[in-house]
């Protein structure tokens, strides 16, 4: 092919390493009236652009206008080169057979290299038709013809392709040869996209082999360098998608791909890439447990898939189908019988969804009586303990717990639980995001209930006990991985606070605010992205020394008890259970229902959220004890019978994290503490004092009495770092809590249930945020947060919780005192310097806040405030 005058050959190249570019150039050539050759390459970019971009129809369209004056050229080598392209486009838009009949057209018009590079289309597109073996047959030749014609950029995209093909049939050695020489060809020839699209690539190696976060940074750079060349690539929304379902983020993640969709399908409606995103919005969805959308997806997604012949992609589809319907609660042995035959499909084709297809099929067979086949698929199941994604281990020991269950073999189904919870704290040690570390308990948590099972079956308490611990609060018994000094993590936050106080300002003036809205959320985005990137091996990341000693030891948490008794809640299969310890004894009860203690417990914070404005209604005392009296009955049944007046130790479930424990008749009179485990608690006691016994003290802006309570808190402690009046800011804030022994923050609070490590205190300039205190070297050993919902998080699965606890207990919090309602800010003062003269003398937290309370006054609004507080830790 001979070069034209015009530089219209490297327009094709243009169309991939910088898209906008190529569509100015293509644009300013036609007007130019080239001949009948050069028309044809321009119109070919520019359909390139298009088809790259979503717009499928167009790009066709355009296509055939190049083919035509192709032929008017009479240039066979460059007829041959758009009928690959037009080819390659009409089986991405979902006409596979025209596809590939036109590429066919095209490989008999080419020789030599031009032949190469029909052949890499024609890879690429039998690898998205699911089509591997005549994908590792053209991309093969392809790769030969060009590496003899030194066609370096099209052997880098060859390279690429055969990669992904080695990828999916797990040949992990062949496809990360290809990757590297695809990587150093692209950087030899400038290809901006195609060394994006490598970049991409590469978060698809970190997420097969586990690693997450490099997964997660992968993607995050690829998208930046898609921005910058104006692209967006539809595999990049599918590729997130995935990664964040393995993060256990599936709300985050039926959302984001769902919105991406919906941007999608106004330009593309049939091509193989909206089925693709399709698919991914039902996986998700079924994840989220939005299973209706689950179907209405898998339903569209298997219709596309049917049309265009990519038959592992449809019984992908019609899994996610099978699954929904699963959830659903739907049983039978159609059902099983469609199961067995998606599993075993699936399998054969080495599918991502094979060991989950495996597991239901197992489920359903055992449900429906049939034992054989049961134990046939949980047996394939199993094999993936030790293969595939480290994340996805837990699932085969899973597998593998149930099928030894089938058997009636109860030690081995205990010893396979013990090895999946073990697989999933494995997974767990290889993530540092706090918010990563709690969705991934998602791992574990059905081992975790199949031992319980057991456990209540047998009215073992201590069994129940032991399991109950070994995964409960599982993020916060791993040793915590501090960020590095990050600049640019520092700087987003920053004006974070300086866009939230603008905000702020802006909607007191009934301004206009969608600006700063939108930046606000640009810079969540980045602060979210950023931490959550980072790995316990990250460069400059530390793990701080911590043990994890036997979490299931009942006789060192006997002892570790001493006078405490202990309450620990398990919630398993919609009904609470309590075990309680009092010195050696350890007793097990059946409580009641779930949703009845959480509807009684929104009565009572809505009891005590009305009370805070201060305007008590008659009789308030006595409804207050009333509601606790209600709350006592669900919430601890008959194990409040155990409880002798000695200090108490609550560990309840996620869900009922935001009791307000006090208000319950039998723990009103005792000092209680609250802990996310009793082992957690355990290690709190054994945290070592900070060598100075420096203390911090800070009071944010517009806090009626926050002055004089911090002054009357302050005469107690003559040598305090005292930060107020526009001296509270978030660095001078960060750098008096790190490190010391007691602080006290006395600030307007706010509780993000849409994203909890937002949740933030108001300091002078501006909101410090969970993300702010996880930059600490070392939290302070003991803390006091005045501020409305302090002690509120989200939880997370069973026992996982995101909030202030989550993100200072790593870090080195033993003690937390916070509320778990809005309060009243006056009687909170006073509430404040009680508690702290009594903390001097010393005592514990729970000591000196059961102290305070009791000598609260019978005024209403300060008993309800006082109830509001919980300590949290020792």
């Not at 100015?24 to 050539?29: G, R, Y």
């Not at 991405?92 to 289309?121: E, K």
């Not at 449900?367 to 949980?378: E, I, K, N, T, Y």
Request: overall charge neutral; charged content about 25%; glycine content about 8%.
């Amino acid at each position: 092919m001979s070069a034209s005058k015009d530089g219209s050959d490297r327009l094709l190249l243009l169309a991939v390493a910088r898209p906008s570019d190529a569509l100015a150039a293509a644009a300013a050539l036609l007007e130019a009236r080239p001949d009948p050759r050069s028309a044809s390459i321009a119109r070919q970019a520019r359909a390139i652009v298009w088809r790259d971009s979503g717009r499928t129809a167009e790009a066709v369209a355009e296509l055939r206008r190049a083919l035509r004056l192709a032929q008017t050229s009479a240039d066979t080598s460059r007829i041959g080169d758009v009928q690959a392209t037009l080819g390659l486009t009409l089986g991405l838009s979902g006409r596979p057979a025209d596809g590939l009949a036109t590429l066919g057209q095209a490989i008999g018009n080419s020789r030599g290299v031009a032949a190469g590079r029909v052949l890499t289309r024609r890879g690429y597109l039998f690898r998205v038709l699911g089509r591997y073996d005549e994908a590792l047959a053209d991309l093969r030749q392809a790769i030969t013809l060009l590496h003899r014609g030194q066609d370096r950029i099209w052997e880098a995209r060859a390279r690429s392709h055969r990669f992904l093909v080695y990828a999916a049939l797990g040949q992990a050695a062949h496809a990360d040869r290809d990757l590297v020489v695809a990587e150093q060809l692209s950087a030899a020839t400038g290809q901006d996209l195609e060394s994006a699209m490598l970049v991409h690539t590469r978060a698809d190696v970190a997420f097969q082999s586990g690693d997450l976060p490099a997964a997660l940074g992968f993607l995050d750079e690829a998208a930046a360098r898609y921005a910058a060349l104006q692209t967006e690539w539809p595999s990049l929304a599918i590729d997130r998608c995935a990664v964040l379902l393995a993060a256990g983020l599936a709300t985050e993640a039926v959302t984001t791909t769902e919105q991406f969709l919906q941007r999608y399908l106004r330009l593309d409606s049939g091509g193989t890439a909206t089925a693709e995103l399709l698919f991914a919005v039902a996986q998700a969805a079924l994840a989220a447990h939005r299973l209706d959308l689950a179907e209405e997806r898998a339903v569209a997604a298997s219709e596309l898939f049917r049309q265009q012949g990519r038959t592992g992609w449809l019984a992908r589809a019609t899994y996610v189908s099978v699954q929904s319907r699963y959830d659903a609660g739907q049983r039978g042995d159609r059902l099983s019988a469609d199961a067995g035959r998606l599993a075993d499909q699936l399998d054969e084709l080495n599918s991502p969804d094979a060991p989950s297809a495996q597991l239901l099929a197992g489920r359903l067979a055992t449900s429906q009586g049939h034992p054989v086949d049961a134990d046939r698929h949980l047996d394939r199941a199993s094999r993936f303990r030790h293969r595939g994604p480290t994340f996805g281990h837990a699932a085969g020991w899973l597998a593998h717990a149930l099928r030894a269950e089938g058997r009636g073999a109860t030690a081995a189904t205990l010893i396979a639980c013990r090895h999946g919870l073990e697989a999933a704290t494995d997974h767990q040690r290889t993530l540092a995001a706090p918010e990563l570390r709690a969705h991934a308990a998602v791992y574990g948590v059905e081992l975790a209930a199949l031992a319980q099972r057991h456990a209540v079956q047998r009215n073992d308490a201590r069994m129940l006990l032991r399991w109950s611990e070994r995964w409960r609060a599982s993020a916060l018994s791993l040793p915590p991985v501090r960020p590095p000094d990050d600049p640019e993590l520092a700087a987003d936050l920053a004006a974070l606070r300086n866009v939230a106080r603008r905000l702020d300002v802006a909607l007191r003036a009934d301004e206009d605010t969608d600006r700063l809205q939108l930046e606000r959320s640009r810079l969540e985005t980045a602060i979210r992205s950023r931490t959550r990137r980072l790995g316990s091996e990250s460069p400059g990341a530390t793990a701080t020394p911590h043990d994890r000693d036997g979490a299931a030891d009942i006789e060192a948490l006997t002892d570790g008890l001493k006078a405490h008794r202990l309450v620990e809640i398990t919630a398993l299969d919609g009904l609470l259970y309590s075990v309680t310890v009092v010195g050696r004894r350890v007793r097990m009860h059946r409580i009641g229902p779930v949703g009845s203690a959480v509807r009684e417990l929104e009565l009572a914070r809505s009891m005590l959220r009305r009370l805070a404005h201060g305007r008590p209604p008659a009789g308030a005392l006595e409804r207050l004890h009333s509601a606790g009296l209600r709350l006592q009955q669900v919430l601890l049944g008959p194990a409040a019978t155990e409880l002798d007046g000695g200090p108490v130790l609550v560990v309840p479930p996620a869900a009922l994290h935001a009791v307000p424990w006090a208000l319950l008749p039998v723990l009103r009179s005792v000092p209680v503490v609250v802990a996310p485990s009793a082992s957690m608690w355990l290690r709190a006691g054994r945290l070592p004092a900070p060598r100075r016994r420096r203390v911090a003290l800070v009071v944010g802006p517009g806090l009626d009495g926050g002055k004089d309570e911090l002054q009357q808190i302050g005469t107690g402690y003559p040598d305090a770092v005292v930060l107020t009046d526009g001296q509270a800011t978030a660095e001078n804030t960060l750098t008096a809590l790190d490190g010391a022994w007691i602080a006290h923050i006395a600030a307007h609070g706010l509780f993000r249930r849409d994203n909890p490590l937002f949740s933030a205190m108001a300091l002078d300039d501006g909101p410090l945020t969970l993300y702010d205190l996880g930059r600490l070297r070392r939290a302070p050993l003991q803390l006091v947060l005045s501020s409305c919902e302090s002690g509120v998080a989200a939880p997370i699965g069973a026992d996982e919780l995101l909030g202030a606890m989550s993100a200072l207990v790593p870090l080195g919090t033993a003690s937390l005192l916070a509320s778990v309602v809005p309060v009243n800010d006056t009687t909170t003062a006073a509430l404040m310097v009680d508690f702290h003269r009594r903390l001097r003398r010393p005592a514990s937290f729970g000591t000196a806040l059961h102290e305070a309370r009791t000598s609260a006054a019978d005024d209403p609004v300060a008993v309800a405030t006082a109830l509001s507080f919980v300590a949290l830790g020792r």
